[in-house]
């Protein structure tokens, strides 16, 4: 009954979590809030983490009831993501492990998403839509890989969020994409925007551009409302998720989809993917905010699997990576 | 602790006549027994070397781009035992510098004295990487503070 210790730094949210046997015994979290209109910058986001790190880790142990020694392995995010607050995490996995005397594992972020919204949704072989601040993919399982089907071809899809949101001053409390979420329900006016897939993948930039161009024009016109800007942005972007979503399901035959990484919260996003697999007579899963959003217990279960298969990350190999592509990691956990 | 030499093939000791000519190596200090490794303080301040100006020009004209001259930085952390310098090492070293190979450095364990050794010809970079270091280390120290000893192996 291994029981593992994972950390998650590398964006702006820091979480410790322990994971046993299925069982989250302990998972809390910080969020580094920037003020309206700025995002996170990685130096001050480094900052913030270190400075609450060893409380985070001292909650965690004590939320589970455990102590050092009932650790039996520490995992931590080795990446993707943003490179200081990726060293500050990393390097008190690395010192903890070595001070208590335990294998140390480098887990990939992204299959930390995957695998904890397969033990939290109990999901068999679902088509992942995995969407955040830093990251969009299409994600299905084959061969010990974590497929890309699809993926987008220049910013994250909660990145286009996240900045529309700096343009409009919207709070980043609990974080911009929720407000933009609240806003969005009380908008009335489809505003038309640029609509980008490609094939399997999507592109976010271009209508980044458009309506942060639109939002001055209109907005000083009185032609619409932010609410009706939020409103349309959600509105066009979600249709594309779905889309390329829908693609890789119908290419892999498969009767399930699973909704994981920050933007996943969105119950509008939720509601479109639902309509579509409905369509499909297929099965949509989510998690909560517990789980959706980045945090250590995530990392410590996609840890306990590897741990479990034997996978070990030797100090000298433990460095952080800012690019860490989901399919290349080897997923001996699963047949 | 110790002040390193400027290694660089450039000219001996304080001649350097870059605008931050104490690039030539730091002297991070660790005086205090304990744990806490602490930055004693500031580089030794190297005095300036007067110039004759130039054809046409004025003492900063003539001076060398700072980039172009390679700095060395030193620091010596002390730690309570062997172990724990090992772990520290262990903890810091496996994370690569960014910007390709403009600040490369060096860790190194000698008994229980953690020793790092920069080299770069970017003073800016340097700068930078060595205060991210610091904050990283300050950390690992807080780790083991508040979580070591470390168990016996």
Known sequence: MPAVLGFEGSANKIGVGVVRDGAVLANPRRTYVTPPGTGFLPGDTARHH???ILDLLQEALTEAGLTSQDIDCIAYTKGPGMGAPLVSVAVVARTVAQLWNKPLLGVNHCIGHIEMGRLITGATSPTVLYVSGGNTQV???????YRIFGETIDIAVGNCLDRFARV???SNDPSPGYNIEQMAKRGKKLVELPYTVKGMDVSFSGILSFIEDVAQ???ATGECTPEDLCFSLQETVFAMLVEITERAMAHCGSQEALIVGGVGCNLRLQEMMETMCQERG???FATDERFCIDNGAMIAQAGWEMFRAGHRTPLSDSGI???FRTD???VTWRD | MQAADADAGGPAGGADNSLEGRGQGGCGGLCSAGTEAAVAGAAPRVPRPQHAPGPGGDALSTAGRPETRVHIFALGVPFPSHLEAEI??????PDREPHGGIVEKQLTVTDSVLAIRWRAENSRLLRISIINFLDQLSLVIRTMQRFGPPVSR
Do not use: F, G, N, P
């Open chain 1, 50 to 52: 270190r400075a609450v």
């Open chain 1, 139 to 145: 994600i299905a399982y084959s061969e010990h890989r």
């Open chain 1, 168 to 170: 409009l001053k919207i």
């Open chain 1, 217 to 219: 024009r209109m907005l």
């Open chain 1, 282 to 284: 297929a099965r949509l």
């Open chain 1, 321 to 323: 990576t800012q690019r």
């Open chain 1, 328 to 330: 290349e990691v080897e």
């Open chain 2, 88 to 93: 520290a090492c262990a903890s810091l070293a």
